[in-house]
């Protein structure tokens, strides 16, 4: 073809146009989808749409073609022929058929289209019907389903269109509490499968420790230090000044005690797998800490994180003094190394997650284009976009649309 010549237009069945609905059903088994085409390519008809799934080796599959054209030299039409064809080519592998007339294509989706995934531990059939219903609820319509992860959570994703994404959110997250489950809305589009910078919190997040109770527990103050961060996380005291209290407690531990404190961190489950598997899909991950320095340094080495910013213990003559230099990273603080970081990443806010369980993770969580409340306190999980309730950090990736089938081939991968 020259470069002044262009292709055809694919034809694009109108309203009027005659349609044939293919449905077969049975036992999956190699071969089935190559022979319905070829059965169907004796009629001369075009594919609209095809659907396929397969569920416990029982295969549903959908083809909507075109309606064969009158055979020459009769008055009458093909489509009888091609459905006693089909019919009896199902039959012979033991399969059910289905044909139905209609016009047209599938109708038009409504405007606004979204992902809600669902992780449940167990999914129940109750919470897949209440999570349905109030998506009907709001005037959406649920255009497909399918299952991204059967362990460690049974984690779903319903496609829907018709409802705004923030509408779907507000009804559907009250919902999830009641039934004790984690859903996540998020908008459909391009931006899903771009390329994003996650951020995450690192006490009780990216690990399963508070690094000061881990410092205070050398200092023989670990009870006290404990109940100034559990205030400090529920909101009720202001992080700096609980900072600089905890802190002080501190003063004169000897400076080894911070590659003991290093070897007693231990990563959250799924924490590994999270950062390798957005590694590998080109992500950048960054971790803010209102901790310290002399641990986040290490896990950046460690996991080969992009980002890492956190508060510095002072250490003067091989010895804690009990304060802290240079900038506080607080509340306010994440929310802006989370910008800093996207400027520097070259990646919007937009497209943007931060995961974190304390308050003092809300501003960073509001400010992402998704903010995720891990394992988090009631407030923090009220806040957030969406929350994600079970003991894996890597469940997070089923709510960027990643399954774990995924997830599992890329750790075969060299590299």
Not at 105 to 115: A, E, K, L, V, W
Not at 245 to 257: Q, T
Not at 286 to 303: I, K, N, P, R, Y
Request: net charge negative; glycine share 10%.
């Amino acid at each position: 073809m020259s470069a002044s010549q262009t292709p055809p237009a694919t034809a694009v069945p109108g309203d009027d146009v005659p349609t044939l609905l293919v449905k077969i059903f049975g036992k999956d088994r190699p071969g089935i989808t190559a022979g319905l085409f070829d059965t169907l390519a004796a009629y001369s008809v075009d594919v609209v749409d095809i659907e396929q799934m397969v569920t416990r080796g029982r295969i549903t599959l959908c083809a909507l073609v075109t309606a064969p054209s009158p055979a020459e030299g009769s008055s009458g039409t093909s489509e009888g022929d091609l459905r006693a064809t089909v019919h009896s080519w199902a039959e012979s592998l033991n399969l059910q058929a289905e044909i139905i007339s209609g016009r047209g294509d599938n109708r038009p989706r409504g405007t606004g289209r979204s992902h809600v995934t669902v992780l449940g531990h167990p999914l129940t059939a109750e919470t897949a019907a209440a999570i349905a219903a109030a998506i009907t609820g709001t005037g959406g319509n649920i255009d497909r389903i399918f299952r991204l992860a059967k362990y460690p959570v049974t984690a779903v994703e319903f496609a829907v269109s018709g409802a705004a994404t923030e509408a779907l959110r507000s009804v559907l997250a009250p919902e999830a509490a009641r039934l004790g489950v984690d859903v996540a809305v998020v908008a459909a589009g391009l931006q899903r499968r771009a390329q994003r910078l996650v951020v995450m919190d690192v006490d009780s997040t990216l690990i399963q420790d508070e690094v000061i109770e881990l410092f205070a527990a050398h200092a023989g103050c670990e009870a006290e230090v404990a109940e100034v961060t559990a205030a400090a996380m529920r909101g009720e005291l202001d992080f700096e000044q609980s900072l600089h209290a905890r802190v002080e407690l501190l003063g004169g531990l000897d400076a080894s005690v911070v590659e003991a404190v290093r070897k007693e961190v231990r990563l959250t489950p799924g924490a590994r797998t999270l950062v390798r598997t957005l590694k590998r899909l080109g992500y950048q991950v960054g971790v803010v800490s209102g901790g310290f320095t002399q641990v986040t340094d290490a896990l950046q080495e460690e996991l080969g994180l992009d980002f890492a910013s956190a508060n510095t213990l002072e250490i003067v003559d091989g010895k804690l003094t009990g304060r802290v230099t240079g900038d506080i990273v607080d509340r306010a603080g994440k929310a802006r190394l989370l910008r800093e970081f996207a400027q520097q990443a070259g990646v919007p806010l937009a497209q943007t997650v931060a995961i974190g369980d304390g308050a003092n993770d809300l501003d960073m969580l509001n400010t992402a284009g998704l903010g995720v409340a891990f394992n988090a306190k009631p407030v923090v999980r009220e806040a957030a976009h969406t929350a994600v309730n079970v003991p894996f950090l890597d469940t997070v990736l089923y709510l960027l649309g990643i399954t774990r089938e995924e997830v599992e081939a890329a750790d075969t991968l060299v590299g």
